[in-house]
């Protein structure tokens, strides 16, 4: 049965509690500092595991955003814990920026300069700086994006170049994961430097952030979006050539909305109009292409040949309970909000872990756990679906007034 908002609204935050208590019972590392590297599919720490800028960040984000939804103070005590390991050990105080990886001592292991970590850096300073109005926040915030529009804006083509070494010299290869193809520019690196500096514009409304935010936006409508299928080309070349056969069905609902989210903050009328539209067909594009039956989401479609793989990753869940929450929110089509609550049954009944705790990374076709991957690690992490949960309990409270 479809809940009632009243009825969803109690399970959403029950269930956001349940995953900022697995965070707190079994990511800090009381042994080395800051963060644990990672946990297997059992829920056992990893040891000697390596710790991530990426899931770092994540986690500055997710606590001070809990903080900021809740104004529970044991979520800001995390948040402070976050923002001091990340300043201490991933900060590069001779070269500027985060590095990428340390091991699970605080020593560096790869220190070259990923754009697409810069942006997450930004995205936790940003706010925690809300949560603690502690102004070293927004300093290290504003820090990074001027590092970022000094190495890797292209002020020949437009966007951003995805990776350096520590110096901010040239690299050969790009890779943000050893399966992403070697492309000077990625969808998914412009879509997490949108997500920040958004964020970021909410705190410091700069007039240059603002109409670097407002150009993102239009990078992604005139060369990333195929206007035809209405899903997010992946990879390009330095004159955005498409690169990439792949359609990201995760990464099409999520930046849906965080398009319309950026266009609100830039406060353009008519760049709003243009991207609300937008975030309907994609949604609607999401739904027709890549979806089973029972409303969850598959991974991704090779467009070449014609392969989909059928697995349902926990993040794109997540952001598919979003993506189809502002669709309803937007159009108020009743289709929307039931769709939304399919894809919440589908996570109550498959991903959210009944024994240890948090979400499955993911589970195949019939809803079988991946035993292989794990409960948290470098890009295993609480803020994709603790956003969601958050985004959507929001635009409920707001729709039910």
């Known amino acids: 049965m479809t809940p009632n908002p ?131 926040a927004l300093e290290a915030a504003i820090s990074l994006f001027e590092l970022i529009e000094e190495h890797s804006f292209d002020a020949a083509e437009g966007g951003y170049l995805e990776a350096f070494a520590n110096d901010w010299s040239p690299l050969e290869d790009f890779r943000l994961s050893t399966k992403d193809a070697n492309e000077p520019k990625t969808m998914n690196t412009h879509l997490h430097i949108l997500e920040p500096y958004t964020n970021l514009l909410k705190v410091w409304p700069d007039k240059r952030l603002r109409a670097k935010t407002n150009a993102l936006i239009r990078i992604f409508l005139d060369k990333i979006i195929d206007k035809n299928t209405h899903h997010f080309n992946l990879f390009f070349d330095l004159d955005w050539t498409v690169r990439s056969s792949i359609i990201s069905f995760g990464h099409d609902i999520e930046g849906a909305w965080l398009l319309y989210e950026a266009a609100l903050v830039v406060e353009d009328d008519l760049l709003i109009s243009e991207v609300k539209d937008n975030l ?20 991704e479609k090779d467009t ?27 159009t108020g089509k009743e289709v929307y909000w039931d769709e939304m609550v399919r894809v919440w049954h589908f996570i109550q009944k498959y991903l959210i872990d009944p024994v240890n705790g948090e979400w499955f990374w993911r589970v195949d076709k019939n809803g079988e756990p991946i035993t292989s991957e794990d409960k948290a690690g470098f890009w295993k992490c609480p803020y994709h679906n603790s956003r969601a949960l958050m985004e959507v309990l929001t635009i409920i409270k707001q729709q039910t007034k």
């Open 280 to 299: 309907v067909r994609m949604v609607d594009a999401t739904l027709k292409d890549g979806c089973d039956t029972d409303g969850s989401v598959f991974n």
């Open 304 to 330: 070449n040949s014609g392969h989909l793989d059928t697995d349902k990753h926990w993040w794109m869940q997540a952001e598919a309970l979003v993506g189809l929450t502002y669709a309803w929110k937007i």
């Open 6 to 136: 009243e009825q969803l609204t109690k399970e959403l935050n029950q269930e956001l509690k349940n995953i900022l208590k697995y965070w707190t019972d079994f990511g800090v590392d009381h042994q080395f500092g800051g963060f644990v590297g990672r946990r297997d599919y059992l829920n056992r720490q990893i040891d000697g595991a390596s710790k991530g800028a990426v899931l770092n960040a994540r986690i500055l984000w997710t606590f001070s955003a809990a903080y900021n939804f809740t104004k529970n103070p044991d979520y800001l005590r995390l948040a402070d814990r976050a923002f001091n390991y990340i300043t201490t050990y991933f900060e590069d105080h001779q070269s500027g920026g985060l590095v990428w990886e340390l091991d699970e001592k605080g020593e560096v292991l790869n220190d070259r300069k990923q754009i697409y970590g810069q942006g997450f850096g930004i995205y936790g300073y940003s706010e925690y700086y809300k949560a603690s109005k502690n102004h070293k």
